[in-house]
Structure formats: structure tokens, C-alpha cells
């Protein structure tokens, strides 16, 4: 009862503010109102403890379902395990068959794989392939089928591989004109008309051509080798129908020719000798001009005084000319004074036959010292360079090292003739100081002997 009146209390303090402003009921009438509360939540009640139930049944059932799902797929998983289980006897059994049958040609599969492989990189590296492309794309197909287990090589691919071989013995020896792209050193692609010699070499235009492995195309030498082996290259483009004309080849297929010209010619030697270089060759150069004036002046004045030996009567225009000239004046001195006239005039001569030759010898000595100090300014450079970088790289210390070898060189090629040509002006110019000191001795045993005749 403490409860119900409770409750009913509680009731009221809650419907009281909503009846602020309404009729007051009775207790009666309230609780009625109660009870006919309490019924509506009893009924709410049992409402949801129905549907809790029915959910419980229900939620069962799905249980029951599961289960029942994974039994029959665990059943059909363990027949599925054995079907993979029998599909692998039967697989194994089939391969077991097949390398039965197949036998000996197996091996020829992998025999034909390898030949395969070899000839794809064959054509990749010949210059051929810039006439007939697209090659090595068959070829990988069938290296991909003889390595396959599941596929065999068709009989039309054999054949093509066997031709594909015989075209390429064939094309290596034959010389064919055909356009085809080509990447200038600008890194331009132009349509060139190529000539290509067997699978070594490729011109156009009077220049050679390598085949560029990466990019499958054709690529103009960015230095091209000395105009020795371009004029050749030149006239085998120009020559038609059955002309025969000489022409180099590459063996190594193009890097010979990258080597050529990877290598310095004659001016870019001359460079690598720096300052020291040119100055050993203006020398060298000097002495040669001097060298080559005095002997045309050496030879001229021989053929004067050859001249005047065949004649008694004095021209001053060569030196025995002059030399008998002086006898001429003093014929009536006596010997001792002749004789110092002659050598006078002999003496006087004698810088006019020497002039230069002194310094074409000087030349000869100092050009191989420059070339000494050359070498030894290069290896200057290569302490130094290996002082700041080290001796990894060859490639630093190179510009000293041909400094140092260049200007050597050039010192011996600038000395070596100017050595021969000063041997040669000065025996030249002996030869013809001998010939007036023989004149001279002849005139004064002479005008001695007719001196005693006459003392006599």
C-alpha cells in the first residue's frame, strides 16, 4: 500500500502542472486514469517480450542454418580436395607422357631456344637490321614458345628462324642502297640514302654511320675519321653499276671508327702541346727557312766561283772573283805580303759563306730543351692534378701526361732537320772556304816561283 501511495503521489506531482489550469478531478477518476496506465505499459510489455522471444526463435534458426551451410560446404571442399589431388596425378601423368613422346626433341627445343636467343642478339648489333627491321620481335616469340612447356614451335616458325639466318649470310655479303632514318649529332632524325657495305659499315652523304643499338636506328659519327677514309666512303656512294672502288672497312662494326675519331689528329696534337708547342715549332720552322736560304745562296755562290775558275779574268760578283781581284792589285808584292792580302780577303769572305748557319745550329740545340721544359711543366700539371683529385681517374691526369709527351715530341721532330740541315749548309759553306784557301795557296806558290826565276 506504501508503494501504491507512492506511485500515486508521484503520479499526481506529475500531472499536476498540467492541471494548473484544468478542472480538478476526483481520486476516483484518478485512479482509473493509473490503472488504465499500468494496463497500457503491461500490454507494451508483453508486446516486447514477444517480439524478444520471436527474434530468440529466429536467431536460432540462423544458427542452425550456418551450420548446416558449413557442413555442406566443408563437404565440398574435401571434394574439391580431392579433385585437385586426382587433377595433379592426372597432370603429372600427362607430363610424364608428353616428355615420353617428346623424346629427343625436347633437347632440340632447348637446343633452338639458345640458337634463337643468339641470333636475336646477332641482329640486334647488325647494321642489317636498319634494311629489314622488325627481326628480333619474331624472334622473341619464339624463344618464348621453345621455353614454354605448354607450346611447341610451329613448323612455319623453324622455317622462318632458318630464314631469317640465311637472309642475314646473304645480305652480310652484298653492298645495298636504301633509305633510311638517321640521327644527325644534333640529335635531328632525317631520311638519308644509306650505302651499306656486307654488315660493317653504313655511309651517307660521304660520312660514315654506326648502328645504335638502344634506339634501333642509324647515327652519324659526331667525329668523323681523317679525310683518308671519307673520300673512299665518298666515291663508293658515287659509283655506279659494276665500278670498282677502294673502300675501308670495320671489322668491329663501328668501333674502330669511334676509336679513329676518339683520336687526336695533327692540329689537336700540336694543341695538347700548349705555348711550349708553338714556340718549338716557329723555331723549327725558322730554322728550316734558314736553312733552305742559305743552301739557295751557298749553291748560287758555288755556281759563280765554278764559273770563275774556268776563267783568268777576275768578276767581283763572286767570292774566288774578289780573292783574285786582291792578287790582281798586289801582284807586284812580294810573298809574305801577298799572302796577308789573301788572307785578308779570304777572312773576309768567310762570314759572308757562314752567316746563319750559327743559328740553324742553335735552333737544333734549343728546340729539344724546350721540348725538356715542356715535359717538365706537363708533369707539374699531373703532381698537381693527383694532389687535388687523386689517381682514381686516368682520365684527369691525361691532359699533363700528352703536354708532357707532345712538346718532347715536337722538340725532336724541330731538331732532328735543323741538325741535318746546319751538317749540310756547313759542309757546303767549308767546301767553298776550301776552294778559295786552295786558290789562294795556288796564286802564292806561283808568284814565288817567278820570284826565284828571277832572282835567278
Not at 673502300?247 to 683520336?263: A, H, T, V, Y
Not at 725538356?372 to 684527369?396: A, N, Q, R, Y
Amino acid at each position: 500500500m506504501k508503494i501504491r501511495s507512492l506511485i500515486v503521489g508521484g503520479l499526481m506531482a506529475a500531472v499536476m502542472p498540467f492541471t494548473t489550469h484544468a478542472e480538478s478531478v476526483s481520486m476516483d477518476e484518478l485512479l482509473n486514469l493509473v490503472e488504465a496506465g499500468q494496463a497500457r505499459d503491461d500490454q507494451q510489455f508483453r508486446q516486447r517480450l514477444n517480439e524478444f522471444n520471436s527474434s530468440r526463435e529466429r536467431g536460432l534458426e540462423m544458427v542452425n542454418e550456418a551450420a548446416a551451410q558449413r557442413t555442406q560446404l566443408e563437404a565440398l571442399s574435401a571434394d574439391k580436395e580431392a579433385q585437385f589431388r586426382e587433377n595433379e596425378l592426372a597432370i603429372a601423368d600427362a607430363q610424364n607422357q608428353l616428355n615420353e613422346r617428346l623424346g629427343s626433341l625436347k633437347e632440340l627445343f632447348g637446343v633452338l631456344q639458345q640458337v634463337a636467343g643468339d641470333t636475336k642478339g646477332v641482329f640486334e648489333g647488325s647494321v642489317i637490321s636498319s634494311e629489314v627491321p622488325g627481326r628480333d620481335e619474331f624472334l622473341t616469340d619464339l624463344i618464348r614458345v621453345a621455353g614454354s612447356s605448354s607450346e611447341l614451335p610451329s613448323i612455319s616458325q623453324l622455317e622462318r628462324l632458318w630464314f631469317e639466318m640465311q637472309r642475314e649470310a646473304t645480305f652480310s655479303g652484298r653492298i645495298a642502297s636504301y633509305p633510311a632514318e638517321v640521327v644527325l649529332p644534333s640529335g635531328d632524325t632525317v631520311t638519308r640514302d644509306v650505302v651499306r657495305v656486307g654488315g660493317f659499315n653504313a655511309v651517307a652523304d660521304g660520312k660514315y654511320l654506326n648502328w645504335d643499338i638502344e634506339s634501333a636506328r642509324l647515327v652519324e659519327l659526331d667525329k668523323q675519321p681523317g679525310s683518308r677514309y671519307l673520300a673512299p666512303a665518298a666515291e663508293l656512294e658515287g659509283a655506279s653499276g659494276n665500278a670498282l672502288t677502294g673502300f675501308w672497312i670495320d671489322p668491329s662494326r663501328g668501333q674502330l671508327l669511334k676509336i679513329m675519331g676518339q683520336s687526336p689528329e695533327l692540329g689537336d696534337r700540336v694543341d695538347q702541346g700548349g705555348v711550349v708547342g708553338y714556340i718549338i715549332l716557329a723555331l723549327g720552322a725558322v730554322g728550316i727557312l734558314l736553312a733552305l736560304w742559305r743552301m739557295v745562296v751557298l749553291n748560287a755562290e758555288a755556281a759563280r766561283i765554278n764559273k770563275q775558275m774556268k776563267s783568268d779574268a777576275a768578276d767581283e760578283n763572286n767570292a774566288l772573283g774578289r780573292v783574285m781581284a786582291v792578287f790582281n792589285a798586289n801582284r807586284r808584292s812580294d810573298t809574305e805580303t801577298l799572302e796577308l792580302h789573301l788572307g785578308e780577303a779570304i777572312a773576309a769572305e768567310i762570314p759572308r759563306l757562314t752567316r746563319g748557319i750559327g743559328w740553324i745550329k742553335i735552333i737544333s740545340v734549343v728546340a729539344p730543351l724546350l721540348g725538356l721544359l715542356g715535359t717538365v711543366t706537363g708533369m707539374i700539371d699531373v703532381f698537381e692534378t693527383m694532389s687535388l683529385f687523386g689517381t682514381g681517374d686516368p682520365k684527369l691526369m691525361a691532359g699533363g701526361i700528352s703536354q708532357a709527351l707532345v712538346t718532347t715530341v715536337l722538340g725532336l721532330v724541330a731538331a732532328i732537320p735543323c741538325v741535318f740541315l746546319h751538317t749540310l749548309t756547313n759542309n757546303r759553306s767549308r767546301s767553298l772556304i776550301m776552294i778559295l784557301e786552295e786558290r789562294a795557296t795556288g796564286i802564292l806558290a806561283r808568284q814565288s816561283e817567278q820570284q826565284q826565276s828571277k832572282a835567278a
